[in-house]
């Protein structure tokens, strides 16, 4: 009730009840009084029969109250009943109201019902004492008593809307998933409310959930982490970090070099690990977690290593748990990226291999040589087996195998030409996507569910709308949407790594696109590279993009502005980043450049044409020793220069004998 309610309806329960008693007298005072009370007490009994507990309590309750009738009655001389008779019949109608909603009230809070039945009884009593005194003292006066019972009844009204809702017994397990539809904010005002929500607002399982569920250790249990909690808000905090680290540059720099004096041919990612093939036929594989690792050194199988001079690696591809590697005289090997050392699996292909692919998350591995493809991935016992060869009635371009497959039959996507088709080991023949004459696919890139092509325009028709991206749908096999109307091919896709809904792409007009799948239309255009651009990644903020002419740059997706670039002699043919690292590699076009003999002693002369791999870690302090450069921690103490070691000027002031700022 509001404040003026609430004084209006205690103002006319204080005139009916003074109206009734204009002539009090101590015989009629006592009667009137002794019958609201007996309603009192039998409102108070209605509303407690319906629980198990007060049974006893209200036996007792009703021979109290029919012991103090009798008493009344006996004193009165019969003439109470009567009036008690008629003032319940002469009461208004919300006080009927009132005792209806005293009777039906329920609720399942056992210990707050506890309490009020305690707290009422102890009421009880005080005004039995009182009623007691009142016959003993005539002379008191019964208006004190009667605006107590008012502010009873007012009190008992109010609490029919007063539910304290954080007291309900909720089973724990239905509240934790309650809780579970809440982010971080709205757990920690959770907590602020009551105990049992804060214990609820802090369990691990929820904590454990949110940070699988935003990204962090996707592979960890419940157990790993004494507090989920803690450990969450420490990985947002590192991520800030590396975030602000990632658009100021600020970070470590390394080059990964093997051998010195042959050319890079080839480099494949994935995750933490790095493989790069070279000229000299030799394969080299990094972990940039574990840098001593064992497994870094592998040798290739009998039949290469007896050759002389030894074919150059064509094609490298790795994933967690094995790595590739196709040779220019048609063999392939495979190693374990565990044990490394000798091949766990080799073939011999009859022509050169055109296209290699390895499965990012499965061991499925795949090669096409001329028309020629064929997919090999081990069985229940370890041993690896050809589940699917075929022959295409063209040259194969490029292959590239379908991830999320896990254990599940491989999925191929291979264009040859004008044609796409998706390649699956359980149908008889490929089934074909897309093929439209006279237009050659020029990239393929495919993710869980959908096929993104590259398509020329050959110029033939007079509004043909430019170069385009066809994506298909892997599930239907029909065209989903068609983006892109660029003058220029496009030499890069990139669907299995960019953002839900969003496509991202490098065409030689020297622009990086992002288009939106779901409206057909750019999120950004950026004018990046001048000899076109050869790979491009990206994620929710940020665009990673190299070029024909050895440029690295990294862009801020939002805002279409560049942070910032890094430069090498020879086209990036490889960008890789994950959270906190960026891998990318320079692979020269020319693997034998004139005028340099690799067989010279002195390797700095054959520094330009070799190619070089950077990894780059954002995640690493820089202000520590180690990621100094040697010209910035010299001491300044040697008299001579040699190599980043200068320190003239210390000897020139010796000789001098002027302060160092003259």
């Not at 040798?299 to 748990?321: C, G, I, W």
């Not at 325009?457 to 109307?485: F, P, Q, R």
């Amino acid at each position: 009730m509001e404040e003026d309610e609430l004084a209006a309806f205690r103002a006319r329960w204080k005139q009916e009840l003074t109206s009734k008693n204009e002539k009090p007298t101590l015989e009629s005072a006592a009667p009137s009084y002794s019958s609201n009370l007996i309603g009192q007490r039998d409102s108070k009994k209605r509303y407690f029969e319906e629980f198990k507990g007060a049974r006893e309590q209200n036996e007792a309750c009703s021979a109290l109250e029919s012991n103090s009738c009798t008493e009344e009655a006996a004193s009165s001389g019969g003439g109470g009943g009567g009036e008690k008779a008629s003032d319940v019949e002469d009461q208004p109608q919300y006080v009927s109201i009132a005792s209806s909603l005293l009777d039906g009230r329920t609720s399942p809070l056992l210990d707050r019902i506890e309490e009020e039945r305690s707290r009422r009884k102890r009421q009880y009593h005080n005004m039995t004492d009182v009623y007691s005194r009142a016959q003993q003292q005539p002379q008191k006066k019964v208006k004190k008593d009667q605006e107590e019972l008012v502010d009873l009844l007012i009190q008992d009204l109010n609490e029919v809307n007063d539910i304290p809702f954080f007291d309900v017994e909720l089973p724990y397990e239905l509240a934790l998933k309650i809780f579970q539809y809440l982010d971080c904010t709205e757990l920690g005002r959770c907590a602020q409310v009551s105990r049992a929500w804060r214990v609820l607002a802090e369990d691990g399982v929820l904590w454990f959930r949110m940070c699988t569920r935003e990204g962090y250790h996707p592979d960890a249990n419940v157990s790993d982490s004494p507090c989920w909690k803690s450990t969450l808000r420490d990985c947002r905090t590192s991520a800030k970090t590396v975030r602000s680290n990632w658009k100021n540059r600020v970070g470590s720099i390394s080059q990964l070099q093997f051998e010195l004096g042959k050319v890079l041919c080839d480099v494949s990612f994935c995750e933490n690990f790095v493989l790069a093939g070279y000229t000299s036929g030799d394969v080299r594989l990094w972990d940039t977690l574990h840098w001593d690792s064992s497994a870094s050194f592998l040798k290739a199988n009998s039949l290469s290593v007896n050759t002389d001079p030894r074919p150059h690696v064509s094609h490298v591809q790795v994933n967690r748990t094995v790595a590739a590697a196709a040779y220019e005289d048609g063999c392939v090997d495979l190693w374990s990226t565990e044990t490394g050392g000798e091949p766990i699996h080799h073939y011999q292909s009859p022509g050169r291999i055109q296209s290699l692919a390895l499965s990012c998350d499965s061991p499925v591995l795949g090669s096409s040589s001329g028309p020629d493809v064929r997919l090999d991935r081990p069985d229940d016992c370890g041993y690896w087996r050809t589940t699917c060869q075929t022959q295409l009635p063209k040259t194969v371009d490029s292959l590239v195998l379908v991830p999320g497959r896990g254990q599940q039959q491989p999925l191929a996507v291979v264009a040859a030409a004008e044609t796409v088709y998706l390649l699956d080991p359980r149908a008889e023949e490929p089934q074909t996507l897309h093929s439209v004459y006279g237009h050659p696919v020029t990239c393929v890139d495919a993710s869980q569910s959908q096929v993104a092509l590259g398509v020329k325009s050959t110029g033939w028709a007079m509004h043909d709308g430019g170069n385009k991206i066809h994506v298909y749908s892997l599930e239907t096999g029909k065209m989903t949407v068609c983006v892109g109307s660029s003058p220029g091919d496009f030499t890069c896709i990139n669907l299995r790594d960019s953002p839900a809904h969003l496509l991202v792409c490098g065409n030689k007009d020297r622009r990086v696109r992002v288009f939106d799948l779901r409206t057909g239309f750019s999120v950004a255009s950026l004018y990046a590279h001048h000899l076109g651009v050869t790979s491009v990644q990206a994620d929710d903020w940020k665009i990673v993009s190299g070029g024909g002419e050895g440029l690295v740059c990294v862009w801020e997706m939002r805002m279409g502005t560049k942070l910032w670039e890094m430069h090498n002699r020879h086209p990036v043919r490889r960008v890789r980043f994950n959270t906190s690292t960026l891998v990318t590699a320079n692979i020269p076009n020319d693997k034998s450049p004139r005028g340099a003999c690799i067989t010279d002693d002195d390797l700095t002369a054959h520094r330009r044409h070799r190619g070089v791999i950077c990894h780059y870690d954002f995640s690493e302090d820089v202000t520590s020793e180690d990621h100094i450069l040697p010209i910035c921690r010299s001491d300044y103490t040697e008299n001579y220069g040699y190599n980043y070691n200068i320190s003239l000027a210390v000897p020139y002031d010796r000789l001098s004998g002027s302060h160092p700022s003259h």
